[in-house]
């Protein structure tokens, strides 16, 4: 009788090795439901937002600002350079500094 029972459990884990692969697709396509969880959020709200018109033009968006950078390096540069306040309106410029 011990003997049967040892082969019906050999059998047992054989079967249950050889399922493995088909229980595991079996999981993954079964956890994928479209139950309300608590997770899931405002839906409603978030389509409010995301289809609401802006007042703003399309052209705010972008934040690729075109420019040549080492020119701009230079620019701050010279600004950096001057006597403090004379960026605010004064005629002094980087090749003539006010004295």
Known sequence: MALQANRLLLALAA???LAQPAL?????????????????GDAAAAN????TPTPWPAYVNDTAI????PH???TI?????LPKGAGSGSTAT??????
């Open 15 to 17: 079967a249950a090795a």
């Open 24 to 40: 595991a697709q079996n999981y993954d396509y079964q956890s994928r439901s479209d139950g309300i969880s608590l997770s899931a």
């Open 48 to 51: 409010i937002a995301i289809q």
């Open 66 to 69: 075109p420019g040549y950078g």
């Open 72 to 74: 701009a390096v230079n």
């Open 77 to 81: 540069g010279i600004f950096n350079t």
């Open 94 to 99: 980087a090749a003539t500094p006010a004295q």
